[in-house]
Nanobody, 122 residues
Framework: QVQLVESGGGLVQAGGSLRLSCAAS????????CGWFRQAPGKEREFVAT????????SYADSVKGRFTISRDNGKNTVYLQMNSLKPEDTAVYYC???????????????WGQGTQVTVSS
């Protein structure tokens, strides 16, 4: 089964940028998409963005559209989340997840990483 390891989190000022990475190992034919989710303190985990490995089709949550960009490097088996114009409300633990189908439904994702903390201060 695929294993996912997130990195790149940290503390930044509002308006700043941060780039998250998700390194995937042991991918199979069934792992057709990768998504980013986040969980802020006191809130449920929510969808952020997703991308397909084959075609690179992307989808974003309304809250991050225009600010975040998801991409992937198939040769490196790595998915990225470039986060610009960060806001305090973006503060959360960010998780990478693998899915056979993708989409915004958490139930479609079978494997999850450990998460990386992103903190945005005012």
């Amino acid at each position: 089964q695929v294993q996912l390891v997130e990195s790149g989190g940290g503390l930044v000022q509002a308006g700043g940028s941060l780039r998250l990475s998700c390194a995937a190992s042991g991918r199979t034919f069934s792992d057709r998409a990768c998504g980013w989710f986040r969980q802020a303190p006191g809130k449920e985990r929510e969808f952020v963005a997703t991308i397909t490995w084959r075609g690179g089709s992307t989808s974003y949550a309304d809250s991050v559209k225009g600010r975040f960009t998801i991409s992937r490097d198939n040769g490196k088996n790595t998915v990225y989340l470039q986060m610009n114009s960060l806001k305090p409300e973006d503060t959360a633990v960010y998780y990478c997840a693998a899915s056979a189908f993708g989409g915004s439904n958490q139930g479609s994702y079978s494997t999850w990483g450990q998460g990386t903390q992103v903190t945005v201060s005012s």
